[in-house]
């Protein structure tokens, strides 16, 4: 069965540095991977989206992220972060485009002045 | 115009009461979801229907009836709540296999 591991269940940063929220996966099939954002009491928004393509993945909001088969990673980082960006981002898998996805537990981002 | 839509908003109830979420998808996908979200943030698939017909049904008690009338609508029934009810519900929708589209939650309170 498929899993996911986020590490670091808080991330926090300055404005304008590097992001980088990690993502470890685990597929017995080639999986299918993404990266949602949850702004405080609102819903999911996809971020971005790996399904076999490109393994280098752009998002909405300047995020992107690589699929790393060998390291069963997924990571997403944005180049300068943005007081905007503070929430909660979740990685997620489904097995080969299963509609069974499997989210780990959160990666919450606080972004200081 | 709201993709995928929940009612109510919020939902405060006593134990051992009745209660229905409603979950409505205009974007014509032909699979939706319902996901709990509880304290910890942690999301958890509950169940996912196919065209009306129940395709995934994780390990939830059965006071939990989840039941769609057309494609566009799922609603899901909770009956005898009970205080570890108590979670965020989000429903979704996907056109089989591509992503998945979230609404913005029922927060549910147990009293």
């Known amino acids: 069965a498929q899993s996911v591991t986020q590490l670091g269940s808080h991330v926090s940063v300055s404005e304008g540095a590097l992001v980088l929220l990690r993502c470890n996966y685990s597929?017995?099939?080639?999986?299918?991977l993404f990266w949602y954002v949850q702004y405080p009491n609102q819903g999911l928004q996809l971020l971005l989206k790996?399904?076999?393509?490109?393994?280098l993945v752009k998002g909405i909001n300047g995020f992107e992220a690589e699929f790393k088969k060998s390291e069963t990673s997924f990571h997403l980082t944005k180049p300068s972060a943005h007081m905007s960006d503070a929430a909660e981002y979740f990685c997620?898998?489904?097995?080969?485009?299963?509609?069974?996805?499997?989210f780990g537990k959160g990666t919450k981002l606080t972004v200081n002045p | 115009d709201t993709a995928v839509s929940q009612t109510p908003k919020y939902l405060v109830t006593q134990m051992g009461n009745d209660k229905s979420i409603k979950c409505e998808q205009n974007?014509?996908?032909?699979?939706m979801y319902w996901y709990k979200q509880d304290s910890k943030k942690f999301l958890k698939i509950m169940f996912s229907y196919n065209n009306k017909e129940l395709i995934i049904n994780e390990t939830v008690p059965n006071r939990f009836s989840p039941k769609s009338p057309d494609k566009a609508h799922l609603n899901l029934h909770i009956n005898s709540l009970e205080l570890g009810d108590s979670a965020v519900y989000f429903c979704a929708s996907s056109q089989s296999g591509s992503e998945q589209f979230f609404g913005p939650g029922t927060r549910l309170t147990v009293l």
């Open positions: 790996y399904t076999s393509a490109a393994t």
């Open positions: 597929s017995s099939v080639p999986p299918y």
């Open positions: 997620a898998v489904t097995e080969g485009g299963s509609e069974k996805l499997v």
């Open positions: 974007l014509g996908h032909d699979t």
